[in-house]
């Protein structure tokens, strides 16, 4: 059973940038992806990457956001937030595979 630990978020302006990290110590996954859950909203998708480092987004955040992936350790994924805005405001998850396995999710607030 692996556990993810998602960590990073927090209470931000707008314009200003954030790493949200995530770590399932010693799983070696082939698959993260980030979702995000806005107050009222459903969860979707934003990003994902592969053990190779093939990365996709949503097209939303294309421009603001990177996935990437701990390139000595394997075990973190992480996504970069820049020129954050208020509409960024929501919990964010991560999710890794093999397994489904996903984070407690952490939280990003961005103020106005």
């Known amino acids: 059973h692996v556990q993810l630990q998602a960590s990073g978020g927090g209470l931000v302006q707008a314009g200003g940038s954030l790493r949200l990290s995530c770590t399932a110590s010693?799983?070696?996954?082939?698959?993260a992806d980030w979702y995000r859950q806005a107050p009222g909203k459903q969860r979707v998708w934003i990003a994902s990457i592969t053990n190779s480092g093939s990365t996709d987004y949503v097209d939303s955040v294309k421009d603001r956001f990177t996935i990437s992936r701990d390139s000595a350790a394997k075990d973190t994924v992480y996504l970069e937030i820049n020129s954050l805005k208020p509409e960024d405001t929501a919990v964010y998850y991560c999710r890794l595979n093999p397994g489904d396995a996903w984070g407690q999710g952490t939280q990003v607030t961005v103020s106005s």
């Open positions: 010693g799983f070696n996954f082939i698959l």
